[in-house]
């Protein structure tokens, strides 16, 4: 044993030494000025919906790349969790205690600001200083495309939507992940009586729909931009049932005693909506979701407010088909349920480009109208049942929209030029 320490102490004597003199240790994160000086700018990201990938690239990755380069550094990604990234930036444990935040601990400070889909909570505002908002979110119920749940009718009332989305959970199992965005005690769902089951095999939100289509649950929560890319990866297989929460943002994150770094991002977001380089971002990362958020995703300048996200139900009202054939992909494309009498010309999908905008738009010349069942009644396939008025909005529909699916998928082919123009080779049951 004797022996032993004789190889050892040399190494620990001076790491003791160390973290009992407070040097190892940073006592708070880094400013502008400090990290100009030191460099190099560390980025903390989460691997999670396309903000931060696998293979270093992603929506946030380019983003804060960018920041570096604006501000004269070196750029590094520095990857963590959910669990882990506030630790990480703020170099403390952090608890929440009801509507409390308590800071404990002391830890090694890993990175300079968070940029990985971090939504704007206010249990987290309490402890970090948000910059202006990055990107549009809302807290979605999701269920396999085979529950006998049906999505919500939607109303003009998001209270009551809510209302009515978590009704349908029931005495069902509901797939949760604590400590993220998707943490049921952020949206009422805790110690009310509901079947919980906590997600612990990883902290990856990537794998909840895997776990969801295993069996593990029977519902899930997910948030819009990981909805987004899961209806794509997973066409057919899953179904959203309704909004969990209010409209979210989400932003990057910095110490409450770094102003001068965020509002240098600031600047910077700024400047890239300016520009058009934000609208290529999302583009490339994010195809087809500026249709669904089109105040805070176009290009003028930044108002840098939460109250410049068009609340999802009211942006889909105007989405079209083609829209939503971009965003789910041609091989199993959701029904987008439309307004009523606002959406009389609408009736297959025409082509590549924008969906029609008003009666008669988009229509090959030559071809009638389409029939009205009566006096201010649209045409039989441009209204679904329980869809009465103008403004009304439901969420997407696992099934195509084409005449001749209506009221359920059938085993059949689709017509031949409805295939060309979608991509539909044919169609299984939801």
Request: aromatic share 6%; with cysteine; proline share 9%.
């Amino acid at each position: 044993m004797k022996y032993l320490w004789k190889w050892l102490a040399p190494a620990l004597v001076p790491l003791l030494a160390a973290a009992l003199s407070g040097t190892a240790l940073p006592s708070r994160a880094a400013d502008l000025a400090e990290i100009q000086a030191r460099g190099e700018l560390r980025h903390l990201g989460i691997r999670y919906a396309n903000f931060v990938t696998g293979d270093g690239d992603g929506f946030d990755v380019e983003l804060v790349r960018g920041f570096a380069r604006h501000i004269g550094v070196q750029y590094r990604l520095v990857y963590t969790d959910f669990y882990s990234v506030l630790r990480d930036l703020l170099g403390q444990d952090v608890a929440r205690q009801g509507q409390r935040v308590v800071l404990s601990g002391r830890h090694p400070v890993r990175g300079d600001m968070i940029a990985a889909g971090f939504t704007v909570l206010p249990w987290r505002e309490q402890v970090v200083a948000y910059s202006a908002p990055t990107f549009p979110s809302q807290v979605l119920l999701v269920a396999r495309a085979d529950s006998p749940l049906r999505p919500i009718a939607g109303s003009p009332s998001l209270a009551d939507d809510i209302r009515q989305t978590k009704a349908l959970i029931g005495r069902r199992s509901l797939l949760v992940m604590e400590r993220t965005c998707v943490d049921p005690a952020n949206y009422g769902l805790k110690d009310v009586g509901l079947d919980l089951r906590a997600y612990t095999k990883s902290t990856n939100l990537n794998e909840m729909v895997p776990a969801l289509l295993n069996g593990e649950a029977e519902l899930t929560l997910l948030d819009v931009p990981d909805a987004i890319l899961d209806l794509q990866k997973w066409a057919g297989q899953i179904k959203v049932l309704g909004p969990i929460s209010e409209e979210q943002v989400l932003a990057a994150a910095f110490p409450k005693d770094a102003p001068a770094l965020r509002q240098a991002f600031d600047d910077y977001l700024r400047g890239l909506r300016a520009d058009g380089s934000y609208d290529r971002l999302v583009d490339k990362y994010y195809r087809g979701i500026r249709r669904y958020f089109p105040r805070l995703l176009r290009h003028p300048a930044l108002t840098a407010s939460p109250a410049d996200v068009v609340p999802p139900r009211q942006a889909l009202a105007g989405a079209g088909r083609a829209a939503v054939v971009r965003l789910c992909g041609r091989a199993a494309a959701q029904r987008l349920p439309r307004p009523g009498p606002a959406a009389a010309g609408r009736r297959c999908p025409r082509g590549r480009g924008q969906p029609p905008r008003g009666p008669g738009a988009g229509r090959p010349a030559g071809r009638a109208p389409p029939r009205r069942r009566g006096p201010g009644r649209p045409a039989r396939d441009t209204q679904l049942p329980g869809q009465q008025g103008a403004g009304h909005v439901g969420p997407l529909w696992p099934e195509c929209q084409h005449r001749r699916h209506r009221g359920g998928l059938r085993r059949r082919p689709c017509p031949p030029r409805h295939a060309r123009r979608t991509g539909h080779a044919g169609h299984r049951p939801a």
